[in-house]
């Protein structure tokens, strides 16, 4: 990457993490208030049938980045075409009207089908989970349209107004939890009913926002072409992330019917650890994606390469020096988070961070694939996958009735994913794989051989006996994690991290 490059991915990062250390402190405080005041059974429902906007707001990045590529592209070209930018934004906005009503009607045909056939409701509970499915699908569909403008405000590198909106995102939710005893009714669906005004308070903010850029100016003027080719990566793009979060949930939706609403609650309290710690690697690549994106046009495709081996290791380290800590002392910490921990949801929080590292060589790969427009190969293999590990999940589930063994087999379809995703980049865009291997694969490999090592020392060896020692030996881990990786890093990218600390 070039200096200035360096200079505004360091500067985005560093809001990023702030962005991300805020809403860690109210994300884990508002899920503890949650709980306790829905109790595991209602925290149960609401995790099996309200998880489907969850998952998606959780990936709402993601989905944005068929737009980002479109902007980042035009403005990475030599003449930087005003009129080109606001055709993309125009096409964008009626492109994901049409996705969000394809959204409520599969959604609502699925969801109410497994509610009356499949799921696992407690008596007396059936119309407050009828009810959360509906307020999902609203709150989903109000956020599906306001992609563009998440696109919009990424793609012009605006990572403060994001971050900011994104800690009003979490504080709502904060103060949800807090006025649900006053409210004294049905507190599941107060609070189902409560989240469906953070989508629409997001939307409105981000209308009055985005006037502010060029590009933003609504039209009649409609490109046939063009927005055909929005579609097309925007409808792969929108259905590989879908397909994605929804055999999550099918999962999720297994659980409950070989498990009950005890597992969806151990899940959900695994994720929720999920979520927050993958914001270290998804911080980096929404900070990264707008420089990368426009780089595909101003460099040769074996410079660009190397930069998307470079993101994948920072990708990389970034979340494996919490995921170690949170492995070997997830029992304690958990305990600490939240008083009463619902039974395995520690197993199922350790199988979890597993997935998460492995996964966290995902996003670079998409975003190389998208970047040069070529993600339908790439979505129909992953998507192919998950559905066979959804298939293998109820096999297993069926044969040996571990209720843990979801999540094993989740991360080890992720090393799969990562090497069919290596191998079509390879045979598409004539990615090497064998450098892949050589400055990513073998290095980080041996990497998490020496850091599983050391977290298994801590694991026998180190036990905490109160909540300082806890603590200590937590941040000590993680500083011992912290150097393994510098070891680990080239000239380049110790470079950045120095440019991220100096900032």
Same mark, same amino acid.
């Given at each position: 990457?070039?200096?200035?490059?360096?200079?505004?991915?360091?500067?985005?990062?560093?809001?990023?993490?702030?962005?991300?250390?805020?809403? /860690?402190?109210?994300?884990?405080?508002?899920?503890?208030?949650?709980?306790?005041?829905?109790?595991?059974?209602?925290?149960?429902?609401?995790?099996?049938?309200?998880?489907?906007?969850? @998952?998606?707001?959780?990936?709402?990045?993601?989905?944005?980045?068929?737009?980002?590529?479109?902007?980042?592209?035009?403005?990475?070209?030599?003449?930087?075409?005003?009129?080109?930018? $606001?055709?993309?934004?125009?096409?964008?906005?009626?492109?994901?009207?049409?996705?969000?009503?394809?959204?409520?009607?599969?959604?609502? $045909?699925?969801?109410?089908?497994?509610?009356?056939n499949? *799921?696992?409701?407690?008596?007396?509970?059936?119309?407050?989970?009828?009810?959360v499915l509906q307020m999902t699908i609203i709150s989903t569909a109000i956020s599906i349209i306001s992609i563009p403008y998440d696109a919009v405000i990424i793609a012009n590198e605006k990572m403060g107004f994001y971050a900011i909106i994104s800690i009003i995102d979490g504080l709502l939710k904060l103060v949800f939890v807090l006025v649900l005893p006053v409210l004294g009714f049905d507190y599941l669906k107060e609070y189902s009913t409560l989240l469906v005004l953070i989508p629409f308070s997001t939307l409105v903010i981000q209308l009055i926002y985005v006037r502010r850029f060029p590009e933003c100016k609504f039209q009649t003027k409609y490109n046939k072409s063009l927005f055909k080719e929005i579609m097309s990566l925007s409808s792969w793009n929108f259905v590989g992330n879908i397909c994605f979060s929804l055999i999550h949930?099918?999962?999720?939706?297994?659980?409950?019917?070989?498990?009950?609403?005890?597992?969806?609650?151990?899940?959900?309290?695994?994720y929720q650890v999920k979520g927050v710690t993958g914001l270290l690697s998804s911080n980096t690549m929404v900070a990264v994606r707008p420089v990368v994106m426009q780089q595909s046009v101003q460099k040769s495709n074996s410079q660009y390469f190397k930069v998307i081996n470079l993101i994948s290791r920072i990708?990389?380290?970034?979340?494996?020096?919490?995921?170690?800590?949170?492995?070997?002392?997830?029992?304690?910490?958990l305990g600490l988070w939240?008083?009463?921990?619902?039974?395995?949801?520690?197993?199922?929080?350790?199988?979890?961070?597993?997935?998460?590292?492995?996964?966290?060589?995902?996003?670079?790969?998409?975003? /190389?694939? /998208?970047?040069?427009?070529?993600?339908?190969? /790439?979505?129909?293999?992953?998507? @192919?996958?998950?559905?066979?590990?959804?298939?293998?999940?109820?096999?297993?589930?069926?044969?040996?009735?571990?209720?843990?063994i979801p999540f094993a087999i989740m991360s080890l379809m992720e090393l799969?994913?990562?090497?069919?995703?290596?191998?079509?980049?390879?045979?598409?865009?004539?990615?090497?794989?064998?450098?892949?291997?050589?400055?990513?694969?073998?290095? *980080? *490999?041996?990497?998490?051989?020496?850091?599983?090592?050391?977290?298994?020392?801590?694991?026998f060896y180190v036990q905490p006996n109160n909540v300082f020692s806890l603590i200590i030996w937590?941040?000590? *881990?993680?500083?011992?994690?912290i150097g393994l990786c510098l070891c680990f890093m080239n000239k380049t990218e110790r470079g950045i991290v120095l440019k991220i600390l100096k900032k």
């Amino acid at each position: 990457m070039s200096e200035g490059s360096t200079k505004r991915v360091a500067k985005n990062t560093i809001i990023m993490y702030i962005r991300m250390i805020v809403l /860690m402190c109210i994300s884990f405080y508002a899920s503890r208030l949650l709980l306790k005041t829905l109790g595991v059974e209602d925290y149960g429902i609401y995790s099996v049938v309200g998880s489907i906007s969850s @998952s998606f707001v959780a990936i709402k990045s993601l989905f944005s980045e068929s737009i980002q590529r479109f902007l980042n592209v035009a403005k990475g070209k030599s003449n930087n075409s005003l009129a080109e930018q $606001i055709e993309i934004f125009n096409l964008s906005i009626l492109a994901h009207i049409v996705l969000m009503a394809i959204f409520i009607l599969v959604v609502e $045909i699925i969801g109410m089908w497994l509610l009356y056939n499949k *799921l696992s409701i407690p008596e007396g509970r059936f119309d407050a989970a009828v009810w959360v499915l509906q307020m999902t699908i609203i709150s989903t569909a109000i956020s599906i349209i306001s992609i563009p403008y998440d696109a919009v405000i990424i793609a012009n590198e605006k990572m403060g107004f994001y971050a900011i909106i994104s800690i009003i995102d979490g504080l709502l939710k904060l103060v949800f939890v807090l006025v649900l005893p006053v409210l004294g009714f049905d507190y599941l669906k107060e609070y189902s009913t409560l989240l469906v005004l953070i989508p629409f308070s997001t939307l409105v903010i981000q209308l009055i926002y985005v006037r502010r850029f060029p590009e933003c100016k609504f039209q009649t003027k409609y490109n046939k072409s063009l927005f055909k080719e929005i579609m097309s990566l925007s409808s792969w793009n929108f259905v590989g992330n879908i397909c994605f979060s929804l055999i999550h949930e099918g999962i999720n939706m297994l659980l409950n019917v070989f498990g009950g609403v005890v597992s969806n609650a151990a899940r959900a309290i695994a994720y929720q650890v999920k979520g927050v710690t993958g914001l270290l690697s998804s911080n980096t690549m929404v900070a990264v994606r707008p420089v990368v994106m426009q780089q595909s046009v101003q460099k040769s495709n074996s410079q660009y390469f190397k930069v998307i081996n470079l993101i994948s290791r920072i990708s990389f380290f970034t979340l494996l020096i919490p995921v170690i800590p949170l492995i070997v002392y997830c029992p304690q910490l958990l305990g600490l988070w939240l008083g009463e921990v619902p039974e395995n949801a520690a197993l199922f929080t350790r199988l979890i961070l597993i997935g998460l590292l492995i996964r966290s060589l995902h996003e670079p790969i998409n975003i /190389m694939n /998208m970047a040069f427009g070529r993600i339908k190969r /790439m979505m129909y293999i992953e998507s @192919s996958l998950m559905v066979g590990c959804l298939l293998l999940v109820y096999a297993s589930l069926s044969i040996t009735g571990y209720i843990w063994i979801p999540f094993a087999i989740m991360s080890l379809m992720e090393l799969f994913i990562i090497v069919a995703l290596v191998l079509n980049a390879n045979k598409e865009l004539g990615f090497s794989g064998r450098l892949y291997i050589k400055e990513v694969g073998f290095p *980080l *490999l041996l990497l998490s051989v020496f850091s599983g090592v050391i977290g298994t020392l801590f694991l026998f060896y180190v036990q905490p006996n109160n909540v300082f020692s806890l603590i200590i030996w937590s941040i000590t *881990l993680a500083i011992i994690i912290i150097g393994l990786c510098l070891c680990f890093m080239n000239k380049t990218e110790r470079g950045i991290v120095l440019k991220i600390l100096k900032k």
